[in-house]
């Protein structure tokens, strides 16, 4: 053990926990993550309150598959294709959220971050829940995050429902790559944060990757979803 009674949880006690709108943190592909139900706006708010992150920031979503998107998210034909080639994976797009996703989970933005997750543990965890996860970094806002539950911050720990830690451990590196379609052409991007997925291989895939002059700017930055950890 390494922290409090809540940590060492087995993936069906944290499902149980999630599905009874518990959040709970867990491993990702690039760092532990926490969340819970992303439709359950209580959930929500409590890890906003837990990781003290501005509710101008709305939370990233990581989903199961394709199937799970449709419950929070419009993708546009001309787009899905070209996600494809980096989903499951560490691509996040953000896209116009459905009438049900609570305001508090796109900051009345109306849109929404999401991605498919290639993880094993979240991807069981988005099954069990039968809907996307919230998947913030498990650290307080302004910390780094961590690829060890040992390094996880205990008032992180205190706060959450359970801590599962399953292996494959998450593997560090850059985070997942932000994009935001633009204009009325789906295909047309601006990468909001670099990261795991290049530039040159988005435009590899098919993507027309935006300078920041020839981009529009729909919003301001800080409040577009799953910018900040």
């Known amino acids: 053990m390494y922290g409090p009674s809540n940590t060492g949880i087995s993936p069906d006690?944290?499902?149980?926990?999630i599905r009874a709108g518990g959040v709970v943190i867990f491993?990702?592909?690039?760092?532990?993550?926490?969340?819970?139900?992303?439709?359950?706006?209580?959930?929500?708010?409590?890890?906003?309150?837990?990781?003290?992150?501005?509710?101008?920031?709305?939370?990233?979503?990581?989903?199961?598959d394709e199937s799970q998107l449709e419950l929070v998210c419009r993708i546009p034909d001309?787009?899905?294709p070209l996600l494809r080639a980096f989903w499951p994976g560490p691509l996040t797009a953000v896209l116009p959220a459905r009438l049900?996703?609570?305001?508090?989970?796109s900051c009345g933005t109306g849109m929404v971050a999401v991605r498919i997750t290639a993880h094993p543990v979240c991807r069981g965890l988005a099954l069990a829940a039968d809907e996307p996860l919230t998947a913030s970094s498990a650290n307080i806002s302004g910390k780094p995050p961590v690829t060890q539950a040992k390094d996880l911050d205990p008032e992180l720990i205190r706060g959450v429902d359970g801590v599962l830690d399953g292996p494959p451990a998450p593997g560090g590196g850059e985070p997942s790559t932000l994009i935001e379609p633009q204009?009325?052409?789906?295909?047309?991007?601006?990468?909001?944060?670099p990261g795991a997925i290049s530039a040159q291989a988005l435009g590899a895939a098919g993507f027309i990757v935006l300078e920041d002059g020839q981009a529009g700017q729909p919003g301001q930055a800080a409040g577009r979803p799953g910018r900040e950890s």
Do not use: Q
């Open 13 to 17: 006690g944290a499902a149980d926990l």
């Open 27 to 64: 491993p990702t592909e690039t760092f532990f993550g926490m969340g819970g139900r992303a439709l359950d706006a209580d959930a929500t708010a409590r890890v906003y309150r837990i990781k003290r992150r501005s509710n101008m920031h709305p939370l990233p979503l990581v989903a199961a």
């Open 78 to 80: 001309e787009l899905l």
């Open 100 to 105: 049900r996703v609570p305001e508090i989970l």
């Open 183 to 193: 204009g009325s052409d789906p295909r047309r991007i601006r990468i909001i944060r």
